[in-house]
């Protein structure tokens, strides 16, 4: 309870101006990100801004005698600059902050687990249309994932996602694209080229398949939705949710999920910090205006475990395994 009453003091105090959000009014996952650098409709796209927090509760740590209390916030902006028939640019920014409470060392190495983590990003995205109806664009990303943010050069993250985007029948289009990332999960440095093909036979189906991603959007029957999509190496979400109506959203959905850290002051510069999870939950999304969407949710988080190294093959280096569990979670959206 002490650290539970630690972490959302703490978060109170990074994310108090949401609360004015809400008065106001009175899952930039990774398939959402997917889904918004291709999209060849951005008329919808407008200036928002999110909060999410999830609430683990003290599990236990494998062969550790002691446990890890861990509570997530994560805050997003995004915002339109210039649209007009021939270019579109856009800010963006998050701040993820992890708030651990645990005595756990790492079994290995011997060091203190980080209380602190943060992910910080900002990002720069531009679109351009051609008159043949091609589209090319790129998000370029600056930032810090770490125990220290910016603390020196070796904490710093970068990021780029480029694509061109051609019209093929109807709305259907073929997709190329270029990712490059000094903090993914594996070929760190390492350009990757792929490429799919965007297929909307009508508003009730979407498909964007490809290599090396996956994502899909179907409405089987009245009400019900089904989303999913794949990253690789170990990026999977998948969802069903039913509309009562306009305002009430129920849904269920499965992720695997992944995160990687560079904490300041590691002797090797290769060497990060990974977590890796699992996850059930159900919940309701429910409009509270026409401006913001509440997101309640609780789940169960399984097959959890952090570990230091260079990829995945050094999993179990200083390898912390944390008992499964339930969380609770809680999202706003709000959009201006």
Known sequence: MQSFKRSANRGAALFAPLVLVLVFCARVSAQQELFFWMNPNLDEFRLHTEYDGQWYGGNEVDNAGDNLDMMK??????????????HFFALSSSLE???????????????????????????ANYFHYFDNGWTAGGVLSVGSASDKPFNSGDEVEVQFNGFLR?????????????????????????????????????????????????????????????????????????????????????????????????????????DRLFYYEKDVEGGVRYALCEAAKLEVAGGYAFDRFFFT??????????????????????????RF
């Not at 260079?310 to 809680?330: L, T």
């Open 97 to 123: 902050y992890w708030d651990v409470d645990t005595r756990v060392k790492f079994p290995d190495s011997g060091g203190d687990f980080p209380s602190d983590l943060y992910d910080l990003k900002f990002a």
């Open 166 to 270: 051609i019209p093929h029948v109807d709305d259907n289009y073929w997709v190329f694209v270029l990712n490059y990332s000094n903090n993914r999960e594996f070929l760190n440095n390492v350009p990757i080229p792929g490429f799919g093909y965007w297929y909307q036979p009508s508003d009730r189906l979407f498909i964007l398949a490809g290599i090396p991603f996956l994502a899909l959007k179907a409405e089987p029957i009245d009400n019900v939705i089904v989303r999913a999509s794949y990253i690789p190496l170990r990026n999977i979400d998948a969802e069903i949710a039913y509309q009562f109506n306009e305002r009430i959203e129920v849904f269920s959905g499965f992720s695997w999920d992944n995160q990687r850290f560079m904490p300041a002051g590691r002797s090797n510069n290769d």
């Open 309 to 334: 190294g260079e990829d995945y093959d050094d999993r179990n280096h200083d390898r912390i395994d944390i008992e499964d569990g339930p969380y609770v979670r809680g999202k706003i959206t709000v």
């Open 73 to 86: 916030h994560r805050l997003q902006l995004a915002a339109p600059l210039f649209k007009n028939d021939d």
